[in-house]
């Protein structure tokens, strides 16, 4: 068995700032609830005619984890791209990324598991790079949100919340056999899929039900979300997961240097946070900024927090993340 380590990481978000005050002109929310509520100042939204699609976004941020990486298209074994707003029902980003990049015919695979695709999709990339299948695997997270929701008051209690970017990795064998990425944890609950979902267009409810029902109350197709029951689950899972892939490397929470969460809510993070003891300087948010990207709020952060020179050489680097489905997870980094 190898192992294997991130070698270089990249984010992209759209130029279009939008203010919660910009919200305000469209729906009855205001700057204070969304701040006190979830800590989001501001997000960014694709406008038309930018260019940006998830693709288009996704192969941006892994021109950046790329160039970092000291690879070129050519030299990635393997592509995996976690979304839930893909450009087009099918088939997946992975496969738009190949062509827009030039790579070689390599396999694309998509990852749909929503707040927890980006930890989902390292997983998957760490197994294919350590058992020796692959060197260099393209893990991609991107979201274009914007493009699907409810900007009325109607939709308010998830649309100020979501935002649109990307972010990448590079995941390589680890030539020097030290550190790396060290365990991955994943979890799923079924049973709670209603809670925060977008029930439709899909073949529960395909394009034409949806014109002949003309839904005006129970919508859909904008997604819905139970926001306190999240909330609660959340700051358990996280919790847990976080724990769990610290015992299996006989770590605690003292050898965090930096953890970074899956950007849901500034209260999330926070929570967690205290929970843990954990100092500000280890504990890295940018969700004031961007909102909610989904699978892309981890790449984003983690670019960041790396940009910063927050995360250093020999570092433990703590990822958590949780999500619809539910589904959560962890990644153990020495970086
Ligand atoms: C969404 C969230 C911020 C809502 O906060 P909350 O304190 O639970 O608020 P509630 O949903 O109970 O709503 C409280 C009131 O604010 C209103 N409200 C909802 N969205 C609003 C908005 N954008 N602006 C103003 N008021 C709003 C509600 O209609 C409700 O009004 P009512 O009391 O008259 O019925 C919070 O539940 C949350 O962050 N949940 C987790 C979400 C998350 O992390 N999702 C991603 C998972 S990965």
Redesign the pocket.
Known sequence: MYTSRITGVGAYVPENVVTNDQLSKLM???DA??QE??GIKERRHIKKGDGNNTSVMGVKAATIALERANLKPVDIDMIVFATLSPDMYFPGGGVQVQEMMGMRTIPALDVRNQ?SGFVYALSVADQFVKTGMYKHVLVIGSENHSGGLDFTTRG??VS??FGDGAGAVVVSRNEDGKGGILSTHLHSEGKHKDE?ALQGPSTNYWVPQIIAENPTEDIPYYPY?N??F??KH?IVRFSEVIKEGLKANNLSVEDIDMLIP?Q??L??SQFVQHKFRLPDDKVFNNIQKYG?TTAASIPIALTEAWEKGKIKEGDLVVLAA???GFTWGSVIIRW
């Open positions: 009855d929310t205001n609830w969304i509520r979830t707040c308010r209690g100020v919340i925060l979300m926001g306190t999240v909330f959340a899956h849901a809510n209260r999330i909610n949780f999500g619809s």
